[in-house]
Nanobody, 125 residues
Framework: QVRLVESGGGLVTAGGSLRLSCTNSDGIFKNVAMGWFRQVPGKERAFVAAITRSGGTKYADSVKGRFTISRDNAKNTVSLQMNSLKPEDTAVYYC???????????????????WGQGTQVTVSS
């Protein structure tokens, strides 16, 4: 069973920054696309950002220009730098691994095989 572990969540005031990290000890990162999603109670899990195996990136419109996804395959880490945070960014953030290269809809959570346990991000106004 592949295990993804998120870290870096917390409480921040609006306009502040947080950096989330997702690590894996199995070394799968270099071969797969990775994504970040977020979820608030009562709503479906929503796409935030994704990075392909070759380093291409995709973002939800709501975070473009504020969030940056990156990967360090040598360290088996995918990060999400979040700047200019807003109260509406409050959610549980999940990282996910897409292990099937035929699944290219990186904004769709159903394309992902493995998920982390989530980390809470709270942005106060």
């Amino acid at each position: 069973q592949v295990r993804l572990v998120e870290s870096g969540g917390g409480l921040v005031t609006a306009g502040g920054s947080l950096r989330l990290s997702c690590t894996n000890s199995d070394g799968i990162f270099k071969n797969v696309a990775m994504g970040w999603f977020r979820q608030v109670p009562g709503k479906e899990r929503a796409f935030v950002a994704a990075i392909t195996r070759s380093g291409g990136t995709k973002y939800a419109d709501s975070v473009k220009g504020r969030f940056t996804i990156s990967r360090d395959n040598a360290k088996n880490t995918v990060s999400l730098q979040m700047n200019s945070l807003k109260p509406e960014d409050t959610a549980v953030y999940y990282c996910a691994a897409n292990t099937n290269p035929a699944r290219t809809r990186l904004f769709d959570p159903r394309e992902y095989t493995y998920w982390g346990q989530g980390t809470q991000v709270t942005v106060s106004s």
